[in-house]
């Protein structure tokens, strides 16, 4: 423990003071490139420059995802500029004493042995593949991976808010992975640039080694009085074992390069991914094995590679089937117990397409994790993604938000997160609202432009696109932004898109508000209610049920009754809960406590306007009752009569809003329920409220009776 403490506090003064150990090597090159080394620290350096690449390539089998090394562009350029100085520093020694150290003399002695021309062919090579290949296809694939990583950065930011809103995630969750998003971008735009540094190193290399080796020829031919053939061995030699020994910490370099760009994310390392490739399946290895001891059979070919090779593969494809066997038996042997001996589970679960190992079946959670539906959920097109995301400016979560709140502020209704998701399948500038799984709105949107709507008040007629505003079904044109004031002077009501989305947004919230109320809110209501008024909610409880209750709420809200008075509704729930259990009579006695909620919702400059109807029509609707309110009803009326009385509403009603009033139509309260009822297929936009439902005080003006 000790030595572990000791360990971790001399690692701990080494990132406190890594800073300043990045300054003195920056430092250290620039001396480089301007005084000259005694050749024992130059050995020292080069053979710190060769165990660099070999650390940071090893550093890449290890990591599991890019951004595990994300300052991997920083190394590169502080590497290559190493590398650089060091180049400078052996050619000022090459070429004033004829001597570089030891390490630069032995790579020209010993690995090449002596022969200068060998040595020029394997830097030549050395070069080649790490330009050409490695260099090349590194800088490629970080080219199209810094490409793509952006182009899925909006994707990406959609998901993480869809999980926000949703409450898959809290606002801590999302900004870390809004971070990493960003710090991925910013990595492989990064690593797009810094491959630049290793294809430029390849060709300076190239460069100063052709130069090394005039500059020694002259030096030595001109200045020393050497033959050419005396020149060539020392200066070339010396110069080739220099381009030897830079460039193979250069392809090292080149190589973690390539491994970290096309490294996908992960759970293990490079090394177990790899060995997983290859022993996956058995087949491959198999007929590899086969493979092997067919050429090994051909006469003229080596056999004993052949058979070593053959008998090493055989051996793993062997190990290979024995463990996909067993898991497959495993599997087997777990559906058996779960479906039953013989069951249909246990019969016909071989290997799949192409001798792959069988799926292993899905788990009931699985199963169910496929049924959850969400309260709503909104789908775009990829078009529509601007309006959204706010990285481009799209405001349209707060917008959410703001109408969320304005709906618990009007209606007391608490509106669940909304999902929102991209979908290819539909057209780039379309979307789709869902509650409860069921479409129930759609519409197209052109971010770029403008929703100029005809009202009935244009003088002077614009140029766009025909569509319709889907929230209410108007014409309406889209327009570009220079024709909005145009339009506007015209007459145009002129909306901007994401306007246009939150008004359909808004009004299919109104529209379908009551199936939004479920149990488990109505749970939450109770609660919160509870805390300040806990004799209220027990006595309720005590006569009526949680369904009872979401009903009674459904009820309101549909006919578009603010239910923010929850006290007031809880107490007429437990005063009339003991005489009937009936949900439209708990409804009509609710709508009653709520007169003046619903008289001041009516009102317009200080009067309701209504119309009433006829006591000829009031008759017949109960005598066509059976049965009340409180025990239950059905009504027996003539389609015919119904038709009738559909039909003098609506020509009233028609009426009414020409003189510019909202519709109203005031009924005795014995028959307010059961005329809503009929009316509200056809005239869903008409409030239905009895003589009841209008609180003292309230000024009534009637225009005309539905004869």
Not at 395 to 415: F, H, N
Not at 439 to 458: I, K, R, S
């Amino acid at each position: 423990m000790a030595e572990e403490r000791a360990g971790n506090s001399a690692v701990g003064r080494m990132m406190r003071f890594s800073d300043v150990g990045i300054a003195l090597l920056m430092i250290m090159v620039v001396i480089m490139m301007i005084i000259p080394l005694p050749t024992w620290l130059l050995d020292l350096l080069l053979t710190l420059n060769i165990t660099l690449g070999v650390v940071v390539l090893l550093v890449t089998f290890y990591v599991n995802r890019a951004l595990e090394i994300s300052s991997f562009p920083s190394i590169l350029l502080i590497v290559t500029l190493f590398r650089l100085a060091l180049n400078v520093s052996t050619t000022r020694l090459i070429l004033l004493k004829g001597d570089a150290g030891n390490i630069i003399s032995s790579f020209g002695n010993f690995v090449v042995g002596g022969n200068y021309v060998v040595g020029a062919v394997v830097f030549l090579i050395l070069v080649i593949i790490q330009f050409l290949v490695i260099t090349k296809g590194a800088e490629r694939v970080a080219e199209v991976a810094a490409r793509f990583t952006l182009d899925a950065m909006p994707g990406k930011q959609m998901a993480i808010d869809a999980d926000l809103n949703a409450g898959l995630i809290d606002e801590l969750g999302a900004k870390e992975r809004r971070r990493d998003i960003q710090r991925e971008a910013d990595f492989y735009g990064s690593m797009d640039g810094a491959s630049k540094f290793v294809k430029g190193d390849a060709v300076a290399g190239l460069i100063i080694t052709v130069i090394n080796i005039l500059g020694g020829l002259s030096i030595g031919v001109f200045q020393r009085g050497l033959s050419m053939g005396e020149a060539a061995g020392v200066y070339s030699l010396l110069t080739v074992g220099d381009g030897l020994v830079s460039q193979i910490p250069a392809l090292l370099f080149s190589t973690a390069t390539g491994i970290i760009v096309t490294r996908a994310a992960s759970d293990s390392n490079l090394g177990q991914d790899v060995l997983a490739s290859f022993v996956r399946y058995p087949r491959p290895l198999m007929i590899g094995t086969a493979l092997l001891f067919g050429f090994a059979m051909v006469p003229g070919l080596p056999t004993i590679p052949f058979i070593v090779l053959a008998v090493f593969l055989g051996m793993m494809a062997y190990g290979v089937y024995r463990e996909v066997t067993g898991q497959e038996m495993a599997a087997r042997e777990g559906e058996g117990k779960s479906s039953g001996a013989g069951g249909p589970g246990a019969v016909g679960e071989g290997e799949g397409e192409g001798g792959q190992p069988p799926r292993a079946p899905a788990s009931p959670d699985d199963v169910m994790k496929l049924l959850a539906v969400d309260p709503m959920e909104m789908e775009i097109g990829y078009g529509v993604i601007p309006l959204v995301d706010p990285n481009q400016g799209g405001d349209m979560l707060d917008r959410i938000s703001t109408i969320r709140k304005q709906m618990a502020m009007d209606m007391g209704l608490v509106v669940p997160s909304i999902r929102i998701r991209d979908n290819i399948q539909l057209k780039p500038s379309e979307y789709l609202i869902r509650v409860k799984g069921a479409l129930v709105g759609q519409g197209d949107l052109m971010p770029e432009h403008y929703l100029a709507m005809d009202t009935g008040n244009v003088i002077d007629e614009v140029v766009g696109v025909p569509t319709t505003e889907p929230a209410f079904g108007l014409p309406a044109l889209w327009i570009s932004p220079e024709l909005r004031d145009r339009a506007e002077a015209g007459g145009y009501t002129v909306v901007d898109a994401p306007s246009v989305l939150a008004t359909h947004l808004s009004e299919i919230i109104k529209v379908h508000g009551a199936d939004l109320i479920t149990r488990q809110e109505i749970q939450k209501l109770t609660d919160m209610v509870k805390e300040s008024n806990s004799a209220v909610v027990e006595e309720m409880l005590g006569v009526v049920g949680l369904g009872d209750i979401q009903k009674v709420l459904q009820n309101l809200v549909s006919e578009h009754i603010p239910i923010r008075d929850l006290v007031s509704i809880f107490e007429t729930l437990a005063d009339y809960g003991r005489l009937s259990t009936s949900v439209d009579y708990l409804t009509e006695r609710v709508r009653e406590s709520l007169s003046r909620i619903i008289s001041l919702r009516l009102k317009e400059d200080g009067v309701v306007t209504v119309a009433t109807l006829s006591p000829a029509w009031e008759q017949r609707v109960r005598d066509a009752l059976e049965g009340d309110l409180v025990k239950g009803w059905r009504l027996n009326m003539d389609s015919r009569e119904i038709s009738r009385l559909v039909s003098a509403v609506s020509s009233k009603s028609e009426e009414i809003m020409i003189q510019g009033h909202s519709p109203v139509l005031l009924v005795s309260p014995d028959v307010r329920l059961v005329v809503r009822r009929i009316l509200e297929a056809s005239l869903p936009a008409m409030f239905v409220v009895s003589y009841n439902e209008i609180s003292q005080g309230i000024d009534i003006q009637s225009l005309g009776m539905v004869e």
